[in-house]
């Protein structure tokens, strides 16, 4: 099991119980002061057992719950800052035997020390019972107001892939003025994240349509795939950006381990940005901490625009992009990102040792590269051009490392050369 700021998630019946969900929420429901609370999930086998455990958990614990049923999770998000709490219930972009739980606070996900409250024990002490109430997401209505009608009439295809976008994401692009063919509606045969997933369907019919978008299961995570050709995840956090700049913001907070090359497209245009940690919930605290207007991940292309929703959005991103499609600042921005080389790779590391490794890293990497900076993990800035991380992963067993440059042997290299390191920093304190 998985715990983090970006939730719990487990493999259902093997390290996620029931018994755990039912605590989380009891605990969850301890910190709620509106005693109301917005509940929705994605579309994995065991969401129907999962939402009933979190639904008795909340409702025993004297929360009244708005429920949403299916949907996706920038909706949830959405719903919630009408009643002040909220939880999802979805493991993102894991495989479908896993599943989990995301809490919403204010609209957002809970920072460090919010979590560590949901995490601690509590009693329970049971006033009333709360009140279950069906509710649906106004999430397009809204949506239209921020991005405006399109006049143009694009025509999109989008891969669903069986995931809870499928009850807004197409009738949002729809009601913008897109002509839209949807493909995976109901199927689950590509894998649940799409930025990982080589979106092979997509990619082959998207050279008949101007842009092609696809989504993981809740919703959150979005791809973009133009002229046959899937786009990288910061290039789809770029295009949120440029329109994000057309609609006149100017501060952006960007995750640690963005693409330079959407910092450098920003300070070009007269924005100004901030770093924060890597995660959602990291993002989203240091843009209020900061009054941040836009930003993201790229590591996920998680374009987030707290105006309208304090989480990655990627159905509200699609809706911006298909508002730029026939212009050429799209294919301008897909071009300055691309001469810029991303490369990400992972090494198995026990998470309990993920502290004890990165100590000794850091110092194998100072004396080769120089100075580090440790807003996350271990960052070597080598050139204005040329970066690397190396950090833990919240999620899962593994540390992440990410190596960029507009030198793609030069990045290879480094690459290479970091990856031996934090091998041998591994087997060092094993």
């Known amino acids: 099991m998985k715990k983090s700021i970006s939730g719990i998630r487990g493999i259902f019946g093997d390290d996620l119980l029931l018994t755990d969900v039912m605590k989380f929420c009891r605990n969850f429901a301890m910190t709620i002061p509106s005693k109301k609370c917005t509940v929705g999930s994605d579309t994995r086998p065991s969401n129907h057992l999962m939402t009933s455990i979190v639904l008795a958990g909340l409702l025993e614990s004297g929360i009244d719950v708005y429920n949403l049923g299916i949907a996706p999770t920038p909706a949830i998000f959405r719903e919630s800052r009408k009643y002040g709490a909220g939880i999802v219930i979805t493991s993102s972009h894991n495989p479908l035997n896993w599943n989990g739980i995301k809490f919403i606070i204010n609209g957002r996900g809970p920072n460090e020390r919010e979590f560590s409250h949901i995490l601690k ?45 499928s009850s807004i994401a197409p009738e949002l692009l729809k009601k913008l003025g897109c002509k839209v063919h949807v493909i995976n509606e109901k199927s689950f045969k590509r894998g649940p994240d799409p930025t990982t997933d080589k979106l092979e369907q997509l990619v082959s019919d998207s050279i008949r349509y101007d842009i092609g978008f696809a989504f993981d299961l809740d919703g959150d ?75 993201g991940e790229g590591s996920s292309g998680g374009f987030i625009l707290p ?40 090494i198995t590391v026990e998470s309990y040792l993920h502290d004890k490794t990165l100590l000794k890293l850091k110092k194998k990497l100072e004396e080769k590269y120089g100075r580090t900076t440790n807003i996350d993990g271990i960052k070597i800035i080598i050139d204005e051009n040329t970066w690397a991380l190396v950090r833990k992963s919240n999620t899962e067993d593994i540390l992440r490392i990410s190596v960029e440059s507009n030198n793609l042997q030069k990045a290879q290299q480094i690459q290479k050369e970091i990856t031996v390191l934090t091998k041998q920093s591994y087997e060092q304190i094993k």
């Open 121 to 165: 024990k509590k009693t329970v002490k049971r006033v009333r019972f709360g009140q279950e109430y069906k509710i649906t997401s106004n999430y397009v209505r809204d949506a239209l107001k921020i991005i405006g009608r399109i006049h143009n009439s694009p025509k999109i295809i989008l891969d669903i892939g069986g995931g809870a976008a």
């Open 221 to 295: 995570r979005l791809v973009v795939v133009k002229n046959g050709k899937k786009l990288s995840p910061d290039t789809t956090l770029a295009l949120g950006v440029v329109k994000a700049l057309e609609l006149g913001y100017k501060k952006f907070c960007l995750s640690i381990d963005t693409s330079i090359s959407v910092e450098k497209y920003i300070i070009a245009n007269g924005g100004i940005v901030i770093r924060s940690k890597v995660g959602e919930a990291n993002v989203i605290d240091t843009m209020l901490k900061h009054k941040c207007q836009a930003g």
């Open 307 to 346: 105006k309208f929703n304090m989480c990655r959005d990627g159905i509200l991103t699609s809706g911006l992009i298909a508002a730029m499609v026939g212009k050429k600042i799209i294919d301008e921005v897909i071009n300055f990102v691309s001469s810029y080389y991303q490369l990400r790779t992972k």
